[in-house]
């Protein structure tokens, strides 16, 4: 299995910038996929995710600023990503989980995902 990010650049406050994720070696319409990030010298956490049947999850600092999306006919993944701030600078990871997707018991942080990305790298800066 193999994720591949693109996407990612440099943005200025304010700003926009899709990710995409293409998944191979896979079919994800069963599947939850989803985005962490981390920023230099900062914790990994998770950023959205989506379920299989389309319900997402977004961390609090992102909520109704970035969408995530998902094509299941190109195995693809989106995250659009609005109003960009300086706090969302980092590599942002792609993530594929077989088991069950995110409730309300687990969030994102609860899960464990079992395929990752290398990363597209985002930049906030004026």
């Known amino acids: 299995v193999h994720l591949v990010e693109s996407g990612g650049g440099v943005a200025q406050p304010g700003g926009s910038v899709r990710l995409a994720c293409e998944v191979s070696?896979?079919?994800?319409?069963?599947?939850?996929i989803g985005w962490f990030r981390q920023a230099h010298k900062r914790e990994r956490e998770g950023v959205s995710c989506i379920n299989s049947d389309g319900c997402p999850y977004y961390r609090d600092s992102v909520k109704g600023r970035f969408t995530i999306t998902r094509d299941n006919a190109k195995n693809t993944a989106y995250l659009h990503m609005e109003s960009l701030n300086p706090e969302d600078l980092a590599v942002y990871y792609c993530?594929?989980?077989?088991?069950?997707?995110?409730?309300?018991?687990?969030?994102?942080?609860?899960?464990?995902?079992?395929?990752w990305g290398e990363g597209a790298s985002v930049t906030v800066s004026s």
């Open positions: 070696g896979l079919f994800l319409d069963n599947y939850a």
């Open positions: 993530v594929v989980r077989l088991g069950p997707g995110w409730n309300m018991a687990t969030g994102m942080e609860g899960l464990e995902f079992d395929h």
